[in-house]
């Protein structure tokens, strides 16, 4: 069992892991980044975390363990419908406002930054297929720096204590029961599924492959674990990535305030690209 994590290789770990995948640790999360760093060295049958730290410089499995340990650190915290007053914020104002913008082109375009395990992206197509008929091109991009969590949002399988917020109509119209293997679990259609792309990006390489303006970004309870540097960065990136008028959705404990004043609020942590 490895011990105590030295200030020296906090300082180390700390560095690496912001230079990678932009989250902070700050010196109170300290405990929780020696837990998650113990997971992998035990794992992998080393003696300490100095030989750990030597092990993913010298990585020769194309960094495969180093993804390891993003995997280990990222927070998969998601559920269908989190957040329910934005959701309704969505309903009544957001997707109205694209609907009459869009209605030439009958195009709309949503990312789900930071979709975890998924449920955010499905609830987020549950809703537009309701708003929107068969004539509409709806995309959505859901994305994570999390394989694990990636892999879990393609198969689409739930189990039932995860779809408790699911509304029953929902629910009967775009899940079906799983059977055999799948017993206690609830599958997302494939129709749905279809509207829905999942890709591996990292928020710090800043290269997003972005073709066109996308319409709504989401990116919620993700900005917590960065610092104001990384926030800003990304949140110019955004900017940048957003129609005209598009829309960037945050967590309920994220603000603009002081980070960027070119978006207006709309409301719940909904926030509109100014013209």
């Known amino acids: 069992m490895v011990g105590r994590l030295s200030e020296k290789d906090f300082e180390l770990f700390r560095h690496l892991v912001k230079k990678h995948v932009g989250i902070s640790f700050v010196h109170k999360k300290k405990a929780t980044l020696q837990r998650k760093l113990a997971s992998r060295v035990n794992s992998l049958g080393l003696e300490s975390y100095s030989e750990y730290y030597r092990y993913l410089l010298q990585d020769k499995e194309g960094g495969w363990e180093l993804r390891r340990l993003i995997n280990t650190?990222?927070?998969?915290?998601?559920?269908?419908?989190?957040?329910?007053?934005?959701?309704?914020?969505?309903?009544?104002?957001?997707?109205?406002?694209?609907?009459?913008?869009?209605?030439?082109?009958?195009?709309?375009r949503i990312w789900s930054a930071g979709c975890a395990t998924g449920q955010e992206a499905y609830s987020i197509a549950m809703v537009v297929s309701e708003m929107f008929d068969h004539t509409w091109d709806i995309r959505i991009l859901a994305s994570d720096v999390d394989t694990d969590a990636l892999k879990i949002a393609y198969s689409g399988i739930y189990p039932k204590e995860c779809i408790q917020k699911v509304p029953m109509e929902y629910l009967n119209k775009y899940f079906t029961k799983g059977m055999g293997k799948n017993s206690g679990f609830f599958l997302v259609r494939e129709d749905l599924r279809k509207k829905l792309l999942f890709r591996r990006l990292n928020f710090v390489d800043f290269g997003f492959p972005f073709r066109n303006p996308v319409d709504i970004i989401f990116c919620r309870n993700v900005m917590i674990y960065f610092d104001i540097e990384v926030k800003k960065r990304l949140i110019d990136n955004f900017f940048h990535i957003l129609e005209q008028d598009g829309f960037l959705c945050l967590g309920a404990s994220e603000s603009l305030v002081g980070v960027d004043d070119r978006f207006a609020l709309v409301g719940y942590f909904i926030y509109q690209k100014r013209g």
């Open 73 to 108: 650190i990222t927070v998969d915290q998601t559920a269908f419908f989190r957040h329910p007053k934005q959701f309704e914020l969505l309903v009544n104002v957001v997707l109205p406002h694209l609907a009459t913008r869009n209605n030439t082109t009958k195009k709309l």
